[in-house]
């Protein structure tokens, strides 16, 4: 039976597509378990697929260690051939949908970004281009771009891969704010020795708990005084983090480019005028090859993501 499908390979036969996908997402990740992830099926049925493929193709074509995955010679033969005819599939499979004369743009975004700077300008993108329909995912997931999973992604970050196209529209910035209710009459900036007199708010990010800032670590950096550690509402949601500081709560770490309107309408304002950068930014991400594309939808989307940033940073306070 076997030597009768390779026999047939010389009249143009093909596995089975799930199988070859299923090779080269094991290939790419260099892992069972995030290629299922990716496939949104289990780690058992990606090893039933790829081991499917290697009984049908008649040569071994990942080496199993434990947990440790290997590609064989005879497996990375192909796999350019295959990472560029997927490329192609997710192009064609997007003209297709095209074709009606509108264009669905899908945007994965981060819900924080989403919630505290883009949604409330969607609008003047859409009243520029109104043949364009959005499809906004609200995700903590960073979504495979080059695969097709997405048209752009806005992500906070300090690495984008070079096999990317992406611009960095963003710097953040961790400053402190509060509500003018909460510093009534006192001139500013204040002396950031004097925070310990005002209730704090504390966002815990179990995304990037890594480059978590927390208080403590915030006023070491910008040159403060050590800050015992007290007690102050926790939140594990940025907006309302925001949200808390507005109504005049506390006083809140928040990443300038995401309350920049807030400050410029005078419902935060920034009392000690400290500010840290930990080098990460924010990131519009495309696929590569967008670029040649003259009437991209996905450029003029991220075209108008730079143009609105550009606008926030007149705003900003001079270095």
Known sequence: MKSEKLKSGASGWLPSLKSIR????????????????????????????????????????????????????????????????????????????????????????????????????????????????????????????AHGHTDVALRYTNDVGDDLNAIKFFDDETIAVCSPSLIPDRKRPLDVARLAEFPLLHFDWTQSAKIQVSWQRWLRLVGGPALPRGSGVRFNDYHAVVQAAIAGQGMALVGRPLVTEALTAGILVEPFGRSYRNGYGYFAIRAPGDDDRDDSYAEKFVSWVVDESDRDKLKWPNP
Do not use: C, M
């Open 22 to 145: 299923a090779l080269e997402t094991v290939a790419r990740h260099g892992s069972f378990q995030l290629a299922a992830e990716e496939l949104g099926v289990s780690p058992a049925a990606v090893h039933q697929l790829v081991r499917g493929l290697e009984d049908v193709i008649g040569q071994d074509l990942v080496i199993r260690d434990g947990r440790n995955v290997a590609i064989t010679q005879a497996a990375e033969a192909g796999l350019a051939e295959l990472h560029v005819a997927f490329q192609n599939l997710s192009a064609g499979v997007r003209k297709i949908r095209e074709y009606d004369g509108r264009h669905q743009l899908r945007i994965s975004v981060d819900p924080s970004f989403a919630q505290a700077w883009l949604v409330g300008r969607l609008g003047r993108f859409q009243a520029h281009n109104p043949d364009i329909d959005i499809l906004l995912d609200s995700t903590t997931r960073f979504v495979d771009v």
